[in-house]
């Protein structure tokens, strides 16, 4: 303290507030903890921000939807003819970008389920399992991960064949175990020889619970019937789903393109900018709401600390401190816990995206606003958490701090 002014030098205050934090090291480090846990939060939460978004990116970039559907609706094809042209699959090959297309659609096989026995009388013979109808094509397009047998090919599909693929799940349901045998099941009255269990697929998940037949099985037995639309599946080199979907209909039907609606993915570009976004956002929310618990633990602290030293506080009114002098040290005490709450909160911020990286096998990627601010924000923090029991500070009555 200053003998010719009885204030406090800037040297003094420090000096002062630093020596108030050492008496009470303990609870000054618990103070101290909740911007370090905030700043670490916001450090962490920022970084993985920037992370994940270029995970996202990647992932974007590597599983992009590869998909277009041309549909013909119900209208159409109950008009006549399928109206996709036989050399469908040479038109969709001069497109660029198209890696494969067939036909799918999902049968009308009547009140007939499929089932394991022509005589259907017995209880549990028969239960309601969807067919479909695709082209050899079109199973390499929907990726059947086929468990036991082979699925059928161009031969069977010219041929007519009476042979049906089974899924995993209505293998089950049927009590078929294997295909070595060609075990037959039977739809109406006709016979089909299962020569293939597929248990997983890529595309249209809806197959997972039937079982497929070719297309032209499919149109001798119950014709061009159908519970739903028929269906052009095309698998797209990734990016190009866009540049296909706007040139499908034309290839197939160029004399009459609105007759097929053309189903594309939504663009990977936006879908993947709406993404980062939300990210971003909710990272965001997370790392403002833990540096706001920090700041309200600062500041509880240190009006408990107000209240326990307001004797203190009485003797240096009495000898001569100003109430600025007063505040500006509990304002001090207060900065100096958030500059080192956000020092050693960004350390173990960095300490926790390196380790959530390490356990993704991901690149940590932090950008510098996200780093070099954070004593400052620390500080920041710390003053405005200190404010108000500065403020009460500055205000107490000497004379009665002086009777406790």
Known sequence: MSRSSGHLHA???FGEAISALVAKLTRA???ALGTVL????LVATLGLTVTARSQIS???DEYAATEVRVEAPVAVVSRGPLPFPPDFAARMERVDGVRASGLFWPVDAGTSNLRRRWDDTSPGTSTPLPVFAASPDALGVLGLDVGQGRLYDEFHELRGEPVIVLSRAAAEILSISD???QPAVYIGDHAYTVIGIYQDVDRHPEVLAGAIVPTTTARSAWGTSTTGTHQLIVETRPGAAQVVAGQAAVALRPENPELLDVIAPPD?????SQVDDEVANLFLVLAIVSVTAGAFGIANTTLVSVLERIPEIGVRRAVGARRRDISRQFLVESAVLGTLGGIVGAMLGLLVLA???LAKGWTATVEPYALLPTPLLGTITGLAAGLYPAIRAATVNPVEALRR
């Open 38 to 41: 905030g700043v670490g939060a």
């Open 11 to 13: 040297y003094d205050l």
């Open 179 to 181: 295909v070595d045998r």
């Open 355 to 357: 380790l959530v990286c």
């Open 58 to 60: 990647a992932q974007f």
């Open 268 to 272: 990977p570009r936006r879908l993947r």
């Open 29 to 31: 480090l618990l103070t």
